[in-house]
């Protein structure tokens, strides 16, 4: 099978009824990564010096040497960041990224988070790259950052977010760990299951925009003032869709060592006492959301498409396009994936194989299809999706004046363009049909041709909304 992996969808236009605790109309999500004291250094059995998310700009790994300037700046986070920041937070709902063997070296740091109660998830083992790691190192990894992280914390983590990850990481964390949840994505405003690890694993997502990494990036932020108004035009724009019935999540990334640094740590100042002048903001930490989506969101067992064998999946919708059997068989070897796994998804495939056909297979799709209220109808032989069809617009409820002027119609049609015509009842009734009936009949063929072929792709669409929305 030619399959994508990639979820291109998510929830789409049908967003799940989000009700946060006290009917919040926004959740704010603060993390505080702790990497100080985790990053590469040859004192850390690493090959080199950190490179990333630092006041050098284009710092370079020095292999084999440690790197004073790096270091001190990442020592920064420890020894005056981390406080300033613990002060401004200390009575907020905090979610602690903590790296296993930099909160070994941090036990005033950890003392304080824990007497602020905030929740301290699992960062992973150390602040490295892990893409080019084989998924037993990266796995191993994994063991040993739960090992250590227990050891330290005094519990293990029930959240979990490597950040360097690798293409590996959520199978591997999933399969390796009892997490509430893995924050490894960026995909969306809102928690999502997926599989993994051979179970469904709840995703709460995290962030790159909301994010004080801005700081360490040339297209990043430069000043307090750009942060500041960024993370309020976010919450803002959230708080609205909250107002309107659909209620997110704001996630905001910060770093000891960067927003810890004065100018920084104003502009977070007013931005946190601007969310708290309005009214309904759910202030948790990720393992509240977790615990709260896993209540109110269970993940649902449902048949997909795009993992259905060939067999299964002509069987399910090889009736969706009348008696074209043909049509649900080539769309099943196009790149189908989990965005096809829902009512257009599966459209989208089947029409591209009708679309895609020659003309005379087009028409005999079109031939397949009977006449509205005909012979077949009276003599009960209709498909049972043209019966429910043709009964849900009245079509089986006829006077007899009423069916004799249908057939009559039926004849001129199929002599005059070659196909019964027809229309996706679903939309009409009988008398707007009776009217599009009269109007249509009188087109040249081509141009009927194309518009039968239509009807034909919204009959298909129709069919498909019931049926996978069961």
């Not at 002060?87 to 063997?101: F, N, S």
């Not at 002599?415 to 019964?420: N, V, Y």
Request: aromatic share 10%; with cysteine; proline share 4%.
């Amino acid at each position: 099978m030619n399959r994508y992996p990639r979820d291109m969808t998510g929830y789409g236009a049908n967003l799940p009824r989000v009700t946060w605790p006290n009917g919040a109309k926004i959740a704010v999500q603060i993390v505080l990564n702790y990497e100080e004291g985790g990053e590469n250094n040859v004192l850390h059995g690493d090959v080199a010096s950190e490179a990333f998310l630092s006041e050098i700009t284009g710092a370079q790994p020095w292999a084999g040497a440690r790197h004073w300037n790096m270091e001190t700046i990442y020592e920064y986070g420890s020894r005056a960041g981390f406080w300033r920041v613990h002060r401004l937070l200390k009575d907020i709902p905090v979610t602690v990224y903590g790296v296993a063997t930099a909160l070994a070296r941090a036990p005033e740091q950890l003392a304080a988070m824990k007497q602020s109660g905030w929740e301290i998830a699992s960062h992973g083992l150390k602040w490295i790259e892990h893409k080019d790691m084989s998924p037993e190192e990266e796995r191993g990894q994994i063991r040993e950052a739960i090992r250590l992280h227990t050891e330290v914390v005094g519990q293990p983590p029930r959240g979990w977010y490597t950040g360097r990850c690798s293409m590996n990481t959520i199978s591997l964390a999933a399969e390796e760990g009892d997490f509430a949840y893995i924050a490894d994505s960026y995909s969306d405003d809102l928690p999502y299951w997926m599989e993994a690890g051979g179970k469904d694993q709840l995703i709460v997502p995290y962030t790159m925009d909301c994010n004080d990494m801005r700081f360490a990036i040339q297209a990043g932020f430069t000043t307090g003032d750009q942060f500041e108004s960024y993370l309020k035009d976010s919450f803002d724009t959230l708080y609205a869709e909250g107002q309107e019935g659909a209620p997110k999540m704001l996630s905001i990334g910060l770093h000891c060592r960067i927003i810890g640094r004065p100018g920084r740590a104003a502009a977070l100042k007013r931005a946190i006492e601007y969310f708290m002048k309005h009214e309904g903001v759910w202030f948790a930490t990720r393992e509240e959301i977790a615990d709260h989506w896993a209540k109110e969101h269970p993940p649902v067992k449902r048949n997909k498409p795009s993992e259905m064998s060939k067999e299964a999946f002509v069987n399910e919708f090889g009736g969706i396009f009348e008696h074209s059997a043909w049509i649900a068989e080539g769309a099943f070897e196009l790149e189908l994936g989990p965005s096809h796994d829902t009512a257009a998804g599966v459209h989208n495939a089947l029409a591209r194989v009708f679309r895609s056909a020659s003309e005379e297979q087009r028409l005999g799709v079109l031939t397949a299809h009977p006449d509205l209220a005909g012979k077949l109808a009276a003599a009960g032989k209709l498909t049972a999706e043209s019966t429910s069809e043709q009964a849900g617009a009245g079509l089986d409820l006829l006077t007899d004046e009423e069916r004799s002027t249908f057939q009559n119609l039926n004849s001129q049609y199929v002599e005059r363009h070659g196909f019964p015509f027809i229309i996706a009842v679903r939309d009409y009734d009988k008398s707007s049909i009776l009217e599009a009936f009269k109007r249509r009949i009188n087109n040249d063929r081509e141009t009927e041709f194309a518009e039968a072929c239509r009807q034909v792709e919204r009959i298909a669409e129709l069919r498909l909304i019931e049926k996978l929305s069961a």
